[in-house]
């Protein structure tokens, strides 16, 4: 029964991903995705879900979702634009380098979303995590500033705020 249970949340996610991706709502499509996803959520939720009922939590869900409008509605389009920017530049104006940053998430999947975040957004690349310290090696390419403080409140702030809140 539990591991039905844990499937629910995956199965919902993979539906819901495959509908949006398929860019139809046919019967056809609504019936293959219910099949892929329920497998799916069946054969993951195991591996994935260590709570279910924390899985299936709607203040979550909708700290998930403010999320990820917040990422691409606004953090992406900040990075893209300041890459915009140095990319348009006849001096190219960059001061690359590696830095640490801290994190103050400790679920695993708290770090990754914050990890594939900063990965994800133009300029900054995670080259290493250092899961027991809670730092972060980021390859940035406009090094602002390497005190920790300062590189946790340009890179990592927003996304750590709300991976915590989503997965802690």
């Known amino acids: 029964m539990r591991r039905l249970l844990k499937a629910i949340a995956p199965s919902i996610f993979v539906f819901f991903i495959y509908i949006v991706y398929s860019g139809n709502i046919t019967l056809f499509d609504i019936v ?10 069946v054969i993951l939720g195991p591996l994935v879900v260590e709570d279910w009922k924390k899985s299936l939590s709607l203040p979550r869900f909708f700290k998930l979702v403010t999320y990820i ?8 389009v900040k990075a893209h634009w300041n890459v915009i920017k140095i ?6 104006p960059i001061k690359p ?12 999947y708290a770090i990754t979303l914050v990890a594939i975040s900063i990965t994800n957004t133009p300029g900054t690349v995670v080259v290493d995590v250092d899961k027991e310290r809670g730092i972060l090696y980021v390859n940035w ?8 403080d300062i590189t ?10 709300y991976a915590s809140k989503i997965f802690d």
């Open 152 to 161: 946790y409140k340009e890179i990592a702030e927003v996304f750590d705020r």
């Open 69 to 76: 409008a917040r990422y691409f509605l606004i953090d992406e």
């Open 87 to 92: 990319g348009l530049n006849p001096r190219m």
């Open 141 to 148: 390419i406009y090094v602002v500033n390497e005190k920790p």
């Open 32 to 41: 293959t995705g219910l099949v892929i996803a329920i497998a799916t959520g």
């Open 97 to 108: 380098g590696i830095v640490r940053v801290p994190i103050r998430s400790k679920n695993e």
